[in-house]
């Protein structure tokens, strides 16, 4: 088939098409262990490569390229290849339509060019072998019909029309919401006059997306395959209680499991006078039945519906753009399913909507709660915000799904009675079968933790050792910042070196850092002044707390003592945050945001805050339990539910919606932005429609080859069963599903019998077909250590080489979820006496 042919040649596309590393398990390539790595001669004759000097495999066995294309003819030839361009070009956001439309004439002159200088120049010879002229009109007879390439691919309708025939493309299609009154040029008039505008939005059909997904075989044996751990480790949502007594997954052989995620977008200049009338607010599904390694990949998401913001904001528009999809989804969620045919046998799929995650403004947006102001702020039970001012491990009476219909009701009687339940209208998905507005919300990890919670105690800890306890001076903090090497892994994560003191200090002062930054900022920040803070600090006590509840939290893999230990490291923290920083400053008036505001009147960023006179003059921002450290509460009976919670949290969905600001700064079309996005996003998806994500790909460096007979590791590849006849490629770099493996870094291997976790050091990273190797060096863990919160090694003098099988290292790797974690701190305790602050 021409898809066939086209999907054979994108699998073997070469580096261009490496999947985007989405989960990182990765350590610091380290300068002070290059003497480790020597242990021979072999890194000497390394070849120096470059990041571009790479190769890739894809690792499954259909990607081969097809010789059966000398026998089509020439225009389906350069047909074909026209699309393997154009799907090439379509899935970047850096080209408007109309440049590639310039690329396609240019493409197509150049074509004609070339074949009358072919047909001259060769005519002229054949002439002068003595070939008559009608015989050289016959041999040129099928390049003279050859014509353009893109003639049915000019237009984005073209496009869309062709790849929804050849591939299965699903087209946005418009659906209105409402219409208003706008000026709209008369050109009779020659003058704006009131006329009646359509607010539209883009449906993508989830049901199609999903047929055509499934066609994909490999897809369809992943999710049958998919099932709950042998183990007592939870590492996906089948690990999760939820799951277990689901009755619908339970009880059907091949079900489907997606989430929804919402969140609105700026794509005008955030600075400029458009930034709220083209927002966007988008929605989009994934499966989560599906490996991590699959799953975690950005071309795994994809999209549902867009609109504008505003449109979403009038009474009625929620449930008007849920309509289609609720439709969808109560077919797909049926008993009867839906009943396909694949390769010619039928095949029957259903589908479950397993939860929501946005975060907490949008999700009370689709749920139908108040905003983050209200007195009935969490959407997880019934706490009023003195309640967790007062005790801030309090816990509310658990909202269910009878109490919440019966608040509906009551709202929808008396709109006053918000105020007293939280809930301001019913949620659309309250019609899909098996969704509960009350519990099938998940608490997103990355604003929770990473953009609300740790930035909020980092700044009360640093303006405690700066401005109370002068530890140190914000200038000599942000010198260390900017001089401390973070290594390969978090060199793109690194924070940035601009703290100062109104930061620290002022009511509005925020710590300016991405949340990526965030998380390498508190892992770090221990060895960045640990020389300066007294050990046994009580505010750095309060730092560790939170370093240990973000190991568990972002962890892919959890243990049910973790969970326990969770539930205990929370209650702590908040019990240490109440004495430290809300029980030693003095009593402050009540503050209420607004009922229904997307603000938290607590958080000390808001302009709501209460503000005192110290005195030194300075303002300073009253504390306050924030919303967010009480949702840290809920965390432990949520992991106990749907497993860990990294698996659903919003980074992944955030970078998926990078594409529609980098294009709407490239193509300045905002007349219709919803339906503009949507076409470009399903164009440049075209080559992960069928469900091609999912193939696995094996990227390395180019190294040196050597066979296993000659090489200083032959007894070690011996017990992995390589022949002396084998060859084998040492190189500097290899990654295999998004992990990349460097020597220098350090992997754990389980725990020992103390129960203290058991380090090695890379050496060699040697690839051999498709198999990655590790050529290791144990390392003693000596312990915990109090003063920086990490494990302290050393190497071992006589220890012996081993090697492992990068496949096998999850199945031996007890806490592989936290392994980057672990690596980042063992990295910096093995350096850190020799590190220039």
């Known amino acids: ?113 070339h074949n009358a200088g072919i047909q001259a120049h060769v005519s002229h010879k054949l002439q002068e072998m003595g070939l008559s002229l009608k015989d050289i009109k016959e041999v040129f007879s099928e390049i003279q019909n050859v014509g353009d390439p893109f003639s049915n691919l000019k237009s984005i309708d073209d496009q869309l029309d ?127 039945n599906l490996p991590p390694e699959i799953s975690s990949k950005l071309s795994s998401i994809f999209l549902v519906s867009l609109a504008h913001a505003d449109d979403l904001k009038k009474p009625g528009a929620m449930e008007k753009i849920f309509t289609p999809l609720v439709h969808e989804l109560k077919r797909m969620s049926s008993e009867d399913g839906i009943t396909v045919e694949f390769d010619g046998d039928p095949f029957t799929f259903r589908v479950v909507l397993v939860a929501l995650v946005a975060d907490t403004p949008a999700a009370h947006d689709v749920l139908g709660f108040m905003g983050v102001g209200a007195k009935y702020f969490c959407r997880r039970c019934l706490i009023t915000r003195q309640q967790i001012r007062e005790n801030a491990n ?212 808001e302009e709501v805050l209460q503000e005192t006179e110290q005195e030194t003059g300075r303002k300073m921002s009253k504390v306050y339990v924030t919303n967010t450290l009480h949702h840290l509460k809920h965390y432990p009976e949520m992991m106990r539910q749907y497993g860990p919670v990294v ?40 080559k992960t429609a069928s469900g091609e994500f999912c193939d696995n790909f094996l990227d390395y460096q180019k190294g040196y080859s050597k066979s296993v007979g000659v090489s200083s590791h032959q007894i070690l590849f011996h017990k992995e069963g390589l022949a002396d006849t084998d060859t084998v490629i040492y190189t500097n770099s290899a990654t295999v599903n998004g992990v990349e493996y460097r020597p220098g870094l350090f992997v754990c291997l389980g725990n020992s019998p103390s129960n203290q976790p058991k380090f090695a050091l890379v050496i060699k990273v040697i690839v051999s077909n498709k198999n990655v190797f590790l050529i290791l060096k144990p390392w003693e863990t000596i312990g915990k250590c109090t003063k920086y919160n990490d494990f302290k090694v050393c190497a071992l003098a006589n220890a012996e080489l081993t090697i492992k099988r990068v496949s096998a290292l999850s199945s031996d790797v007890r806490l592989v979820s936290i392994l980057y974690l672990i690596m980042f701190k063992l990295k910096l305790w093995s350096t850190s006496e020799n590190f220039p602050l």
């Open 647 to 686: 698996r659903f949290w919003c980074a992944k969905f955030e970078g998926r919606m990078k594409i529609f600001r980098q294009h709407a700064s490239i193509c300045n079309n905002f007349r219709n932005i919803p339906m503009t996005m949507s076409k470009m996003f399903q164009l440049s998806n075209v």
């Open 162 to 288: 062709f790849f929804a025939k050849e591939f299965g493309l699903v087209k946005p299609v418009e659906k209105l919401l409402d219409t208003r009154i706008d000026k709209r040029m008369d050109p009779v008039a020659n003058c704006q006059v009131p006329t009646q505008v359509k607010e539209t939005f883009q449906y993508i059909s989830v049901m199609k997306t999903l047929i055509n997904v499934l066609k994909n075989k490999k897809i369809r044996d992943m999710i049958m395959m998919s099932q709950a751990s042998s183990d007592d480790i939870k590492r996906s949502y089948a690990d999760g209680e939820r799951c277990k007594n689901h009755s619908y997954i339970q009880r059907h052989r091949f079900v489907v499991q997606i989430i929804l995620y919402f969140d609105e977008l700026e794509v005008a200049n955030s600075l400029g006078s458009k930034t709220i009338i083209h927002k966007l607010a988008s929605f989009f599904f994934q499966i989560i």
């Open 1 to 113: 088939m021409f898809q066939q042919r086209v999907q054979e040649n994108i699998c073997n596309a070469g580096p261009s098409m490496s999947p985007s590393s989405a989960s990182e398990v990765e350590s610091d390539h380290n300068d002070e262990n290059s003497n480790l790595i020597n242990d021979n001669q072999e890194d000497n004759s390394m070849e120096n490569s470059t990041e571009d000097n790479t190769v890739t495999i894809c690792l499954n066995d259909e990607g081969h390229l097809n010789d059966r294309e000398s026998d089509m003819p020439l225009q389906e030839r350069l047909e074909k290849s026209a699309v393997e361009v154009l799907i090439q070009l379509r899935s970047t956001s850096s080209l408007t339509g109309k440049a590639i439309e310039r690329f396609q004439s240019g493409c197509k002159q150049m074509l004609q060019q």
């Open 394 to 605: 309090f816990i509310g009476p658990l909202r269910n799904l009878q109490q919440h219909e019966e608040h509906v009701l009551e709202v929808s009687r008396n709109p006053r009675f918000s105020s007293q339940c939280g809930v301001k209208r019913s949620c659309p998905l309250s019609k899909v079968p098996f969704f509960d507005p009350t519990s099938s919300s998940v608490f997103d990890a990355f604003h929770d933790l990473l953009e609300c919670v740790t930035p909020f105690i980092m700044k009360l800890v640093l303006r405690h050792f700066v401005y109370v306890q002068k530890y140190f001076i914000i200038d000599d903090l942000n010198v260390r910042i900017g001089a401390f090497n973070y290594g390969l892994p978090d060199w793109k994560n690194k924070p940035s070196v601009n703290i100062t003191i109104d930061m620290l200090c002022s009511p509005k002062g925020k710590l300016k850092q991405t949340g990526s930054q965030m998380w390498c900022l508190a892992r770090a920040l221990p060895f960045l002044i640990g020389d300066w803070v007294p050990e046994n600090d009580p505010y750095m006590k309060q730092l560790f707390l939170l370093q240990d509840i973000m190991q568990i939290i972002l962890a892919f893999e959890v243990r049910d003592e973790d969970i326990n230990r969770l539930e205990d490291l929370i209650t702590e923290h908040n019990d240490n945050f109440m004495r430290l920083f809300v029980h030693n400053q003095d009593s402050v008036i009540e503050v209420q945001g607004d009922e229904d505001s997307d603000f938290d009147a607590d958080d000390p960023g």
